[in-house]
T-cell receptor, first 114, second 114 residues
């Protein structure tokens, strides 16, 4: 079974530039999450989708971060403009959708903002 | 708000030693509790979970018991191996209304020496 796919694997940009990350969840998984993991910390939830609708984006910095999940499958997360403190690993995860269901994580995109 | 507190790392042990990684939580309701593990170079993966008080989750020789009275979910293993070297994350989720994103602790880096 294919896992959660993310790209790119690494990205280096300068502050004030924009960047986008892509995620392809496991086929059939209705729920998709984006997490931000800053070095030395645990992952922090940014946004949760159920199919193509947003369930929770309470911790998403909406002045610079945006995310979409068209057709309820692939998702993109965008940062515009980036700040130094956005340097982190951005993780995508998916699940079948039931509460307490096991989450499957991708390998993440490591972002460095210079 | 909801939060998870884990013991600071790194934790360094010799092979075959007994392992305990402490985890306590604060939650506004009755959470489900998880341990996730991240092996070097790999993505996060579920190790074990417990969904109600006094439940014991177990997998790969690891165990954790959901203790409501002490709001704890300590991870234990009787005899660790070099291959257990990884970062371990305690996490919780509160299901209800569809928003069930995980709240993670900061992670505990475990190093097992031969």
């Amino acid at each position: 079974e294919a896992g959660v796919a993310q790209s790119p694997r690494y990205k280096i940009i300068e502050k004030r530039q924009s960047v986008a990350f892509w995620c392809n969840p496991i086929s059939g998984h209705a729920t998709l999450y984006w997490y931000q993991q800053i070095l030395g910390q645990g992952p922090k939830l940014l946004i949760q989708f159920q199919n193509n609708g947003v369930v929770d984006d309470s911790q998403l910095p909406k002045d610079r971060f945006s995310a979409e999940r068209l057709k309820g499958v692939d998702s993109t997360l965008k940062i515009q403009p980036a700040k130094l403190e956005d340097s982190a690993v951005y993780l995508c995860a998916s699940s079948l959708g039931a509460a307490n269901e096991k989450l499957f994580f991708g390998s993440g995109t490591q972002l460095s903002v210079l | 708000g909801n939060s998870v507190t884990q013991m600071e790392g790194p934790v360094t042990l010799s092979e075959e030693a007994f392992l305990t990684i402490n985890c306590t939580y604060t939650a506004t309701g009755y959470p489900s509790l998880f341990w996730y593990v991240q092996y070097p170079g790999e993505g996060l993966q579920l190790l074990l979970k417990a969904t109600k008080a006094d439940d014991k989750g177990s997998n790969k020789g690891f165990e954790a018991t959901y203790r409501k009275e002490t709001t704890s979910f300590h991870l234990e293993k009787g005899s660790v191996q070099v291959s257990d070297s990884a970062v371990y994350f305690c996490a919780l989720t509160l299901s209800g209304g569809g928003a069930d994103g995980l709240t993670f602790g900061k992670g505990t880096h475990l190093i097992i020496q031969p």
